[in-house]
């Protein structure tokens, strides 16, 4: 087979693939993808609660078909550079003109003693792989989970969805959530797993897995053993760039793929890469960053498929913005946190305010938004947004994105003329991202 543009990874690669035919209409784009079918990542958590299964959470390629994307199921085994050919696990070669990697992540599993004995499972994108995981959680009674970032809460929440089992999260920071949220959020999300049952043990290591062939508990450090009959790792992921190695492209940090700005490798001008397979930096420091979040894999994917034959978008660098929900209550961050922008000795003012959702607050299912803004203190810009409230801070928080992506101060968004409406969103007057700016433009100037 011969294409002018191939994309190795079935989800950033969709974007790049759509981003490619969107800028070169006439080119031939083939993706090829390990997997039948492609789960939504995000969704993993909510397959074990909310929607009951991997059939329900999986991207349709029809959104391949229709842009003439063609797909190849298989695993590109070889990549040699100098033919521009890649080779599948079936024997299949395929000619490339160019070639975009976007072959993701992989979880991590700790070298902890005992970690490959029988039910204990790092999450793997896999439709088989998850769904046997549901089908195994049915005769589960001690469930736990290690990791309390947002994976390990996300599935914490869900797995006691329907299910009467124990469910702990064991955290070794002094807060679930804490590499993502300042501590007065991580408290409040503690508090909401709490109430659904979920035992939480922070400060904690884990130092092995115990049982014969399948867990039947994990140690910790002070010797305590918690009962379990199965373990989730929720400690991360690390770029997925073996093939990348083999390839001959210069890798950096975590073993990323080095690119620059055009997500152009350094390696190979016809070798692209995106998502979490490629280095990204920091938006604020310029320095490397291990953060890994689909929507800076999919703003990558449309650079990379842009830029495949001229150059159209430069990348800005990595502003992390997430969102989760915890029992009912949704958390969000764009950009930094009080404690990482401290960390990196930045001199700040924080600005905070507090409203319901709708005015008035009393109409039916309002919830309180809480607002935390970081400024840099010298120019009053906009670095870092922190949000817990109800679903609307999905949006809210991308709106903090956008103003912090095009460096906008304390002035700027006092000023800022936001839509409003009684049952939609918080009063004008009490705007919580406003008045959180209204109350850091007199701390910065002075
Ligand atoms: C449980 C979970 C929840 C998450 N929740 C969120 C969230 O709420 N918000 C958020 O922003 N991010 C979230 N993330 C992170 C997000 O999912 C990733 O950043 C995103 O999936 C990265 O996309 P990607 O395309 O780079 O890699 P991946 O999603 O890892 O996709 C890589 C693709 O490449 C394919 N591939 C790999 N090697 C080969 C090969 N040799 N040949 C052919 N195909 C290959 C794989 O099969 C796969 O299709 C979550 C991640 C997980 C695991």
Do not use: W
């Not at 790049?16 to 090829?32: E, F, I, M, N, T």
């Not at 976007?102 to 792989?129: C, E, H, Q, R, W």
């Amino acid at each position: 087979m011969q294409t002018d543009v191939l994309v190795l990874g079935g989800l950033s690669g969709i974007t790049a693939g759509l981003s490619c035919r969107r800028h070169y209409p006439d080119k031939k784009v083939v993706l090829v993808r390990k997997e039948g079918t492609v789960l939504i990542p995000c969704g993993i958590p909510y397959i074990y609660g909310t929607v009951g299964g991997p059939q329900n959470n999986v991207i349709p390629d029809g959104l391949l078909e229709t842009n003439n994307i063609e797909l190849v199921k298989g695993e590109a085994v070889s990549v040699d550079r100098e033919h521009k050919l890649v080779t599948l696990k079936d024997g299949e070669t395929i000619l490339y003109d160019k070639l975009v990697f976007a072959t993701g992540s992989l979880p991590l599993v700790p070298p902890i003693p005992g970690v490959d004995k029988k039910n204990i499972y790092a999450i793997k994108k896999d439709f088989n792989y998850l769904d046997s995981v549901l089908d195994e959680m049915k005769s589960v009674k001690d469930l736990v989970i290690v990791g309390g970032g947002f994976i390990g809460v996300e599935f914490a929440d869900e797995c006691r969805k329907g299910r009467d089992i124990n469910v702990t999260v064991i955290e070794a920071l002094s807060h679930c959530l804490q590499m993502a949220l300042d501590d007065e959020f991580c408290a409040e999300a503690e508090a909401k797993l709490l109430e659904t049952g979920v035992k939480i043990m922070t400060g904690v290591k884990v130092e092995a897995f115990v049982g014969d062939e399948a867990v039947s508990g994990v140690k910790l450090a002070d010797g305590t053993v918690i009962k379990a009959d199965m373990v989730i790792l929720g400690i991360g992921a690390t770029p997925n760039t073996e093939l990348a190695q083999k390839a001959g492209l210069e890798l950096g940090f975590r073993n990323a793929i080095k690119v620059d700005r055009y997500m152009q490798t350094y390696t190979d001008p016809n070798v692209f890469a995106c998502g979490d397979c490629a280095e990204k930096q920091s938006f604020f420091t310029g320095r490397p960053t291990g953060v890994m979040l689909a929507s800076i894999a999919t703003s990558e994917a449309r650079i990379a498929g842009a830029n495949l034959y001229s150059t159209v978008h430069q990348n800005c660098g990595a502003i992390s913005v997430f969102s989760t929900i915890v029992n009912g209550r949704a958390f969000a961050v764009a950009g930094l946190t009080e404690r990482q922008a401290r960390q990196y000795g930045m001199n700040i003012v924080i600005g905070k305010a507090e409203a319901p959702d709708t005015h008035p607050g009393g109409m039916p299912n309002s919830t309180l938004i809480k607002v935390k803004l970081v400024f840099a203190k010298e120019t009053g810009v906009l670095i870092g947004g922190s949000i817990s409230g109800g679903k609307s801070i999905g949006e809210m928080v991308n709106v903090l994105s956008a103003c912090i992506m095009h460096r906008m101060t304390a002035d700027d968004i006092v000023k800022f003329q936001m839509g409003t409406h009684p049952a939609l969103t918080s009063s004008p007057i009490a705007y919580p991202i406003v008045n959180a700016a209204c109350k850091a433009v007199l701390p910065i100037r002075q």
